[in-house]
């Protein structure tokens, strides 16, 4: 069999050209399951590409569940279920302004999730094992022998430099150009979310969200008595930008809330040119945007993406992160590039719990020096890649026909419809009481 | 010379009453500046007490300025200066809701207490010599070894269950009985107020403070868009009950705000009967109490003093506390105990940062279970009451005749009135000149 040759009017690069020639043959034919594909040596020689180039081009077909690899076999064409499941369809959310109670089935997902007898689909926990904790505690060791006071000190806002020093380095990729002193420290991505609202906002004014979003968001915003207005968000394409220009014009709407890269819960990267929009929408109508970035470098292609801050020519945009998806959730250490909110977020900081721990700041600033973390990043990312595709595969093969489920790029979250006969409550508590814990 | 005997009638501790003879003494001229004492083995034989207790005695004199050791000499009775200062006035503060902004001075105290080039008697930093680094390093140590994966998980509210069994084990001694279901970690006590004032009020509702009172809480206050109205407040019997009785009468106040013990910035510990009454007031109005017990370990006397929440029986004092200023500021570690708020309290934690840093929850816990934790905070409470006097000796030497200066019976915190004609604003400008940073 001949390989298909690549397109080269592609911007993408070199491997996924080649890996969408047969994404193309699987659609149309040409390729079926079970068909063998070219040896990776056979794949180089005919493609005229490296041999690290054809693996590549595997890997990304195996990650998204088109190839598998047979031990002392080779490479065969799998059957794509993921074809066969539907994705997600844009709803036109309550478009009016809502004060948000907090959820109470919220409750029940975390206490489970602390309960280690429960298998926690609900929270966005990865396995434990998946971190470097080998690392991390050695390089913790080091420090708590080199800088034995360390907890003798408070660590004011905006927090350790060099700590700040590594996110700005690594803000470059993301073409940020920012300096360490535009980086306050904080415990976690939601608490940079929570600084971040505070800072724009007062109390009674309206955020525009996506719409599904991350439940902790929407508790977040609810928990400062600020309104929420939902606005429609297609499962690739991100928010309806016509949607939310209606709402900016009706309504004095303060800040917009985007999870950009790694959506949660749509698992979808924001394209660049969707990014660029909003933030020239956003910026039009001077209305400031909280740019959830805490799955960014954890999405399934490389290069790691753009953010809506790498558009941001006015300081509007508030790029929110932490380590608690790639690192460690238990150290609770985030950060926040506040744009022309920098002076609040830090009066914010201060006023609220005076100032983030300062030992895993240290750790994780080692970590980022030594290099390690590109390179557990890059395995996490291959990991979560692959497992989001075997879950994908299995909801196609085992649930109910109707059922609809999200193509995550990033991160590790999915989103599954049920048929509208299916009650999610009544799943939830059935699931619950196998000891399973989801977020219905 | 023979000792004076000691008083039956009073229910202080033996050493303490023995001592309080002496301080008679100094006050009715029978003994003066200079005159030696028995050595302890005459005051014990004497007295009839043990030679601890003749030590005690001494120790507490010492520490309050009376005694001087003279090396191979004895004790001598020393210039009593700090009889000579006046404490602060009680003043009619601004007795109006008000809302504030923020203290921008606060920056600048901030900023300097940041840089190791200042002497920061600006924030209320220990020096972090006097924390049990070692041993606190020790059990990190072996932690890190035991709990290998100890930071892949996220600890969700109410936090760690070991923690919280000491929290609840001490808080016997104030005579509070709780579970350690009853209690909620936070990232420190600040962050304790915070969640309890959002767990009680709302924005633009009215909060009772002392005045004065640490700027910190202000500010957490301020950043909340909640109002505050003053209540005068004594510098031994805390705040004015009648006064607040008046203003709970008058507006419809929410929430009251007490540091019980070694208050900040008067230093006093609040009596038990000034306890009782306040929680008695504030539970008929339905008034709910946050009370700061930060320095409740830290007071100079034993035994530890009890606590508003000691006296609460409807569960509307929310008794907020850390081990910033006993074991370590840079762990981020404190608890709440929200009484009829649990629930909340515990809601709000989740959806501000999640939850509290996981492994610092360990370290502390297993040093409580030690039992190092009472013998540093002896030696602890020791060293602050020694510089706390030391500083009131010089500040009543050195400083212009007017100034009245508070008498901390528990913290590091001194309250410095000076006479009208200095400005306070610009005495900061030139201290900071000359690298010492204080809070005008």
């Known amino acids: 069999m001949n390989a298909p040759s690549h397109a080269a009017r592609s911007s993408a690069p070199l491997y996924v050209r080649i890996a969408e020639t047969f994404t193309r043959h699987v659609a149309n034919g040409v390729l079926r399951p079970g068909d063998r594909v070219p040896s990776l040596r056979k794949l180089s020689d005919e493609q005229g590409v490296s041999l690290s180039t054809a693996l590549q081009a595997y890997l990304w077909l195996e990650n998204r569940g088109y190839l598998e690899a047979r031990p002392q076999s080779g490479f065969y ?38 309960d280690p007898a429960y298998i926690p689909f609900g929270a966005g926990c990865a396995s434990a094992e998946l971190f470097p904790h080998r690392k991390l505690n050695l390089i913790m060791r080091r420090i708590l022998r080199r800088k034995a006071m360390h907890s003798g000190y408070y660590t004011f806002p905006p927090g350790i430099e060099a700590f700040r020093r590594q ?38 004014d309206v955020i525009a969200v996506e719409s599904p979003l991350y439940f902790g968001i929407l508790n977040n915003v609810a928990s400062l008595n600020m309104k929420t207005i939902e606005i429609p968000t297609h499962p690739q394409r991100g928010m309806d930008l016509e949607h939310l220009e209606r709402a900016i014009r009706k309504h004095h709407i303060k800040a917009c809330i985007t999870v950009s890269n790694g959506h949660n819960p749509l698992g979808y990267v924001l394209p660049d040119e969707c990014k660029r929009a909003l933030v020239d929408l956003t910026s039009r109508a001077n209305v400031a945007v909280i740019e959830d970035d805490l799955y960014g470098d954890l999405t399934f292609d490389a290069p790691r993406p753009l953010t809506a801050k790498s558009f941001d020519r006015k300081g509007l945009v508030l790029l929110c992160s932490s380590f608690s998806k790639t690192l ?12 022309r909110f920098q002076a609040e977020v830090e009066r914010l900081k201060l006023a609220t719990n005076v100032g983030a721990p300062s030992l895993p700041q240290f750790v994780i600033a080692e970590f980022l020096e030594s290099g390690s973390y590109d390179r557990h990043v890059r395995r996490l990312r291959a990991t979560f890649a692959c497992q989001v595709e075997n879950v994908r595969q299995a909801v196609a093969k085992y649930f109910p026909p109707g059922t609809r489920i999200s193509r995550p790029a990033g991160g590790h979250m999915l989103w599954i419809e049920l048929p509208p006969e299916v009650d999610g409550l009544k799943l939830h508590r059935a699931a619950l009481f196998e000891r399973i814990s989801i977020s219905p």
Chains 1, 2 share one sequence.
Not at 90 to 98: A, K
Not at 189 to 194: D, G
Not at 328 to 339: A, D, I, Q, T
Request: glycine share 10%; aromatic share 4%.
């Open 167 to 204: 996110i700005a380095r690594r803000a470059l990729a993301m073409r940020c150009e920012v300096s360490p002193s535009d980086i306050v420290v904080t415990g976690g991505a939601l608490e940079s979310i929570h600084l971040s609202l505070r800072a724009v906002a007062k109390p009674g």
């Open 328 to 339: 460690s959730p238990g150290y609770r250490v985030g950060w926040v590039l506040p744009g």
């Open 77 to 114: 064409i799998r059957t794509p279920y993921a074809k066969l499941i539907p994705e997600p369809q844009v709803e036109i959310g309550q478009s009016q302004p809502t004060a948000m109670g907090f959820n109470a089935v919220l409750e029940e997902v975390i206490r489970s999730a602390n």
